[in-house]
């Protein structure tokens, strides 16, 4: 079966410091990832998804950037925190062409001080 | 814990009775559309979807019923119970734009009373 994972769980930075976020997929190949980001009261706001290794696309202008370096694995950056960059951000997994949902992981809070 | 949703529109239900969630969508072109559930602290799971050339799916204790006239979505719990309660979200797929990603609604907070 296929897990999402993501870590830290948790993390406070201090504004102006870099951000590194992971998200593996385990159990499928070439997946659709996702970063969403969720802030207190709202829905869930995509910032970046990728079809393949290499291949990122932005939703929104912003101070964060994505990498997919392998197939299963995406990460989110900063190389410059802001305040308003703390939410909880999440990653998420479709199969792609044949199957729309979206599976997610269990989150990163992201506290920025 | 979590502090998703503070704001949300909230539904309040009696354990037992059966819970209606719903959501407007805006796109006409969308043609998948999908229920989560999230807990405090927890990323979204997925109940139930549904696709645009159906007007109604059950699963488990959840009806999902799309009245693509009106554009709107609705998510039925049959005998709510106490694990219900969650913020819950409606999602829709924009095919037009061939991206694959979903949009969000803003989410209904489900609030069990025992």
């Known amino acids: 079966s296929q897990t999402i994972h993501q870590w830290p769980a948790t993390l406070v930075q201090p504004v102006g410091s870099p951000l590194s976020l992971e998200c593996t997929v385990e159990?499928?190949?070439?997946?659709?990832l996702y970063w969403y980001r969720q802030a207190a009261g709202r829905g869930l706001q995509l910032l970046f998804y990728?079809?393949?290794?290499?291949?990122i696309s932005s939703e929104v202008p912003q101070n964060l950037s994505a990498s997919r370096p392998q197939d299963r694995q995406f990460i989110l950056s900063s190389k410059k925190l802001l305040l308003s960059d703390s939410g909880f951000y999440l990653c998420?997994?479709?199969?792609?062409?044949?199957?729309?949902?979206?599976?997610f992981g269990p989150g990163t809070r992201l506290l920025v001080l | 814990g979590e502090s998703v949703g503070l704001h949300l529109p909230t539904l309040s239900v009696q354990e037992g009775d059966n819970s209606i969630i719903n959501c407007a969508y805006s796109n006409s072109a969308s043609d998948y559309f999908i229920w989560y559930k999230q807990e405090s602290g927890k990323g979204p799971q997925f109940i139930i979807d549904?696709?645009?050339?159906?007007d109604k799916r059950q699963g488990q204790r959840v009806t999902v019923l799309l009245n693509k006239t009106v554009k709107h979505l609705s998510l039925q719990i049959a005998a709510t119970q106490p694990g219900d309660s969650a913020v819950y979200f409606c999602?829709?797929?924009?095919?037009?734009?061939?991206?694959?990603?979903?949009?969000f609604g803003s989410g209904t907070r489900l609030q069990v009373q025992p």
């Open positions: 549904i696709r645009s050339n159906m």
């Open positions: 159990g499928t190949s070439n997946p659709n």
């Open positions: 998420a997994w479709t199969k792609g062409q044949a199957k729309e949902t979206q599976y």
């Open positions: 999602a829709e797929i924009l095919i037009y734009t061939g991206r694959r990603a979903l949009t």
């Open positions: 990728s079809v393949g290794i290499g291949q």
